[in-house]
Nanobody, 122 residues
Framework: QVQLVESGGGLVQAGGSLRLSCAASGLTFSTYAMGWFRQAPGKEREFVAA????????YYADSVKGRFTISRDNAKNTVYLQMNSLKPEDTAVYYC???????????????WGQGTQVTVSS
């Protein structure tokens, strides 16, 4: 049974930083692309970042490019999202997902975590 468990969310002031982690189990982690998505209240889930199975390819939404960094540690079965220069509009529930390719499409990912709340105060 595949499990993805996010952690590291919380409340932070604008301009601050947070590091999200997603621990995976029940899958051969090193063969999966991983993605981060987020959903703000009243909005649809949106793509944030994705990383290929080896970590050699990364992709970002324009809204977070230059501020967020996705990385992975295949020895620890964990993917990370380092978030710097946070803005109030980054407030959302953040989800990690596992799939076959590092794309921005929800449909590419077959396994999802339960999410972790990130709140950025102004």
């Amino acid at each position: 049974q595949v499990q993805l468990v996010e952690s590291g969310g919380g409340l932070v002031q604008a301009g601050g930083s947070l590091r999200l982690s997603c621990a995976a189990s029940g899958l051969t982690f090193s063969t999966y692309a991983m993605g981060w998505f987020r959903q703000a209240p009243g909005k649809e889930r949106e793509f944030v970042a994705a990383i290929g199975w080896s970590g050699g390819s990364t992709y970002y939404a324009d809204s977070v490019k230059g501020r967020f960094t996705i990385s992975r540690d295949n020895a620890k079965n964990t993917v990370y999202l380092q978030m710097n220069s946070l803005k109030p509009e980054d407030t959302a529930v953040y989800y990690c997902a596992a799939g076959g390719r590092p794309t921005s499409s929800n449909d590419t990912y077959g396994a999802w975590g339960q999410g972790t709340q990130v709140t950025v105060s102004s």
